[in-house]
C-alpha cells in the first residue's frame, strides 16, 4: 500500500502486489449526499472505449430515505511515466533553453490574425511552426484528438443524465449573464488586491483592467451561438488530470471541481469549458517554465528585460499558443462532427474566446485567494487574451530578439 500526497480534495492509496495487477482507491475528504460524477462518469464510460482509468468499484453510504453519498472509489492502476504536465514542463524547459546560447533567437511567430481557428488547421501549423514545436506539438495534437473522443463517449446513451441538450436563446443568455459576473466579481477583486502586488505583476494588473470592456464584450458575445449543444464534461480538465502512458493518454479525476456542490458539478455545459481548460493549461506551463529558468538563475540578460521577463514572457505566449492550436485540430477533428460545437466558425471562436477568458478570470480568484504567488500566471493569460489582436502585446525589442520579422501571415 503506497499512499499518496498530491491531491488536495481527496486521499489515494495504491493496492496490491508490484509483480501483479493494482489498483488506485480515492477516498473523499468532503463528503456530500447525492450523485458523485466520479462514480456516475466511470460507469457510463465502461466499454466506451475512451482513455480513461477503469472503475472498478466504490464505497458508498446508502442514505435511509434514499439515494447515497460516496465515500471512496476504486480504479485500475494505469502504468503511466508521470502526468502530461510534467512531460509538458519538460518540453517547455527544452524550448526556452535555445533563448539563451549567444547568437541562437529562436523564430517564433504569433498568432495569425484569425486566432486559434485560423492556426488549427496542418497547412498552416507546417508553415507556421518551427521544429522546436514538432515534438510537443505531435503529443498536443494526441490529446486533443483523445479530449474530442471523450466527449463523444460522454454524450453516447446513458440517459437523461448524459443525453446532449441543444443550445437555446435562454440557455446563452443564462451562461452570458454567468460570464459578466464571473469577469466583474474577478476584476473588482484584482482592484482590491492591486496595492499588494508586486511591481512587475501591478503593471500587468493595470492592462487587465483596462481590458474590462473588451472582457465584457466577449462575454456578450456568446449570445450569437445559436448551434451545438450543453453536455456532460470532465469538468477540471488540466494538464495534470491526464496520464501520460508513454506512446498514449489516460484521463483520470472526474469529481471535478472541489470548490462546486455536486449538482453544479453534474450540469451539462459546452464542451468547450474543458478545451478552455485545456489550452489555459498550456499557458500555465509555458510561464512555469520561466519563472524555473529564473529560479535556476538561467536568464540570458540580453533576452530578460524588464519584470516579467520580456522576451521569454513572449516567446512563452507564442510556445501556449502554438502548442493550444495543434491541440485544437486534433480536437476538431474527433469531435466537430459529433453534434456538440456550434457549426459556424463565428460562432465556435465566441465560444471558445469566452470559456477561455471566463477559465482565466476564474484561475485569478484562484491565485489571489489561495496561491498568491502564482498570480502573475492568470495575470499574463488575462493580458494574452484581452491585447486588442488578440495576441500578446510584444515589445519591439523582444520581437526583435526572438527575429519574428520574417514570417509571412505570421502575425496551465
Not at 465584457?216 to 451545438?228: D, E, F, Q
Request: net charge neutral; with cysteine.
Amino acid at each position: 500500500c503506497r499512499v499518496g500526497s498530491a491531491e488536495q480534495s481527496n486521499t489515494s492509496m495504491s493496492l496490491g502486489r508490484t509483480d501483479g495487477p493494482r489498483v488506485i482507491m480515492k477516498s473523499f475528504r468532503h463528503i456530500e449526499a447525492g450523485t458523485n460524477p466520479e462514480v456516475e462518469i466511470g460507469r457510463h464510460l465502461l466499454g466506451t472505449g475512451a482513455h480513461v482509468a477503469r472503475l472498478l468499484g466504490g464505497v458508498e453510504l446508502e442514505q435511509p430515505r434514499g439515494g447515497s453519498t460516496a465515500l471512496a472509489v476504486v480504479h485500475e492502476l494505469v502504468p503511466n511515466e508521470g502526468d502530461a504536465w510534467a512531460s509538458t514542463l519538460r518540453s517547455v524547459g527544452a524550448f526556452l533553453d535555445r533563448l539563451v546560447p549567444p547568437g541562437h533567437r529562436l523564430a517564433l511567430p504569433g498568432p495569425p490574425a484569425g486566432g486559434l481557428l485560423e492556426a488549427s488547421g496542418p497547412p498552416r501549423l507546417e508553415e507556421a511552426v518551427t521544429s522546436s514545436l514538432a515534438e510537443v506539438g505531435g503529443q498536443a495534437e494526441l490529446l486533443g484528438r483523445r479530449t474530442g473522443e471523450l466527449h463523444v463517449a460522454l454524450s453516447a446513451s446513458g440517459g437523461d443524465a448524459f443525453r446532449p441538450e441543444p443550445v437555446t436563446p435562454m440557455s446563452q443568455r443564462a451562461l452570458h449573464q454567468s460570464l459578466r459576473t464571473s469577469a466583474r466579481r474577478s476584476l473588482a477583486l484584482l482592484r482590491q488586491r492591486a496595492r499588494h502586488l508586486r511591481p512587475d505583476e501591478r503593471r500587468v494588473a493595470e492592462e487587465v483592467l483596462a481590458g474590462e470592456d473588451a472582457a465584457l464584450a466577449s462575454a456578450r458575445a456568446v449570445l450569437i451561438v445559436r448551434s451545438g449543444a450543453r453536455a456532460r464534461l470532465h469538468g477540471d480538465l488540466h494538464l495534470g488530470q491526464v496520464l501520460s502512458t508513454g506512446r498514449d493518454y489516460c484521463f483520470i479525476d472526474f469529481e471535478g471541481e472541489p470548490a462546486r456542490s455536486l449538482g453544479e458539478r453534474r450540469l451539462k455545459r459546452s464542451v468547450l469549458a474543458d478545451v478552455a481548460g485545456m489550452l489555459r493549461s498550456y499557458h500555465y506551463a509555458a510561464h512555469t517554465g520561466v519563472a524555473d529558468l529564473a529560479l535556476r538563475g538561467a536568464l540570458d540578460p540580453a533576452l530578460a528585460g524588464e519584470a516579467p521577463p520580456g522576451a521569454y514572457r513572449e516567446a512563452a505566449d507564442r510556445w501556449a499558443f502554438w502548442a493550444g492550436a495543434y491541440f485544437l485540430h486534433g480536437y476538431l477533428e474527433a469531435a466537430r462532427s459529433s453534434k456538440l460545437l456550434p457549426e459556424t466558425d463565428a460562432e465556435l471562436d465566441a465560444s471558445l474566446r469566452a470559456h477561455l477568458l471566463d477559465k482565466a478570470f476564474y484561475e485569478l480568484r484562484y491565485e489571489l485567494g489561495n496561491r498568491p504567488a502564482w498570480v502573475i500566471l492568470p495575470l499574463l493569460g488575462l493580458r494574452f487574451l484581452l491585447a486588442p489582436d488578440g495576441s500578446a502585446r510584444a515589445r519591439p525589442t523582444a520581437a526583435g530578439a526572438l527575429g519574428t520579422g520574417g514570417v509571412s501571415g505570421g502575425g496551465r
